[in-house]
């Protein structure tokens, strides 16, 4: 998918946040949705393996997050994720269309458009650019550093990862993955250019051969949120050229079933055109195009 869309999706969740007054961590995304008069409520026990859901039924609103893991910063994202739903462009046309309801798989495990659309709406709301960069400044890039982000800004810690890699200056890869494939990868316009042309990795590529393909073999590393450190090779994971050394940083997600991979190197290039790129990359790509029913 363009990741143009993705980021004008993560600049909205941002404007949405600023705009209901919300400028320190955490961003309590309920806040907003009061302000719209959504209703919230948690998804009943029974329901599994889903996020969350929004339904639009006449005039009345009604948001539904996941509460089964005990975890405040899984239920923010979910909320922030069904949000997306509710404000960005085509969104809600495309639930009327599937009539009224949606129920959703967030934190970055599903690629349909809609779906990423809205965590990245989620991960921009709950972890604003500049209160995300002035954090990182302080904090060391890696595993530790995401964890505590996400404690601090109460988010989910996928999300954590994702807008760590979008806001600092270091080439880092962020890896969701279940069982023996990826689910979801996100590299640093700063990871980008450690290669050329990195072979994406889509869902369902299966992982290297690794740290995190071991800890994966181990239902329970992923179930008791367990961690796990190792070292890698850039052209384990990607065609990229050998001879690069990354840190491969591992935690489980607990009850969701995924598993975080952070790929990092704390000794790799500075990109100093990295702000300069990404405004010309905004200004050349952007277009307020949205295409649905796919
Ligand atoms: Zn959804």
């Not at 859901?53 to 910063?73: K, M, P, Q, R």
């Not at 965590?119 to 002035?134: C, I, K, Q, Y």
């Not at 302080?138 to 995401?146: A, D, R, Y």
């Not at 200004?283 to 029913?293: I, K, Q, S």
């Amino acid at each position: 998918m363009p990741g143009f869309r993705l980021k004008m999706a993560t600049q909205l969740g941002e404007k949405v946040a600023a705009e209901a007054g919300l400028t320190q961590f955490p961003i309590d995304p309920r806040r907003i949705a009061e302000g719209k008069g959504i209703t919230v409520q948690a998804k009943p026990a029974h329901v599994k393996g889903v996020s969350g859901a929004l339904i639009f039924a006449g005039d009345d609103v009604t948001l539904i997050y996941s509460s089964e893991y005990n975890n405040v910063g899984f239920e923010n994202f979910c909320m922030g994720h069904e949000l997306g739903h509710y404000f960005l462009p085509g969104h809600p046309e495309e639930i009327m269309n599937q009539g009224g309801s949606h129920v959703s798989r967030a934190d970055f495990t599903q690629n349909t458009s809609i779906e990423l659309e809205a965590d990245h709406f989620a991960s921009g709301l709950l972890l604003p650019s500049s209160l995300t960069r002035s954090f990182l400044s302080k904090n060391q890039v890696g595993l530790e550093g995401i964890l505590k982000l996400a404690d601090v800004a109460r988010c989910s810690r996928t999300a954590a990862a994702i807008r760590s890699a979008e806001c600092c200056e270091y080439p880092v890869a962020v890896i969701v993955s279940q069982g023996e494939h990826v689910s979801y990868a996100f590299l640093s316009d700063g990871f980008k250019r450690l290669g050329k042309n990195l072979a994406f990795l889509k869902k369902g590529t299966p992982l290297p051969d690794s740290a995190t393909l071991r800890f994966n073999r181990d239902p329970e590393n992923v179930l008791g949120i367990k961690q796990e450190s190792g070292t890698t090779t850039l052209s384990d994971w990607f065609d990229g050229p050998p001879g690069i050394t990354l840190d491969e940083e591992i935690v489980g997600l607990g009850g969701y079933g995924y598993t975080l991979t952070v790929l990092s190197g704390e000794d790799l290039p500075i990109d100093p055109d990295e702000e300069e790129d990404e405004e010309r990359d905004l200004e050349d790509r952007w277009t307020p195009r949205f295409a649905y029913g796919r």
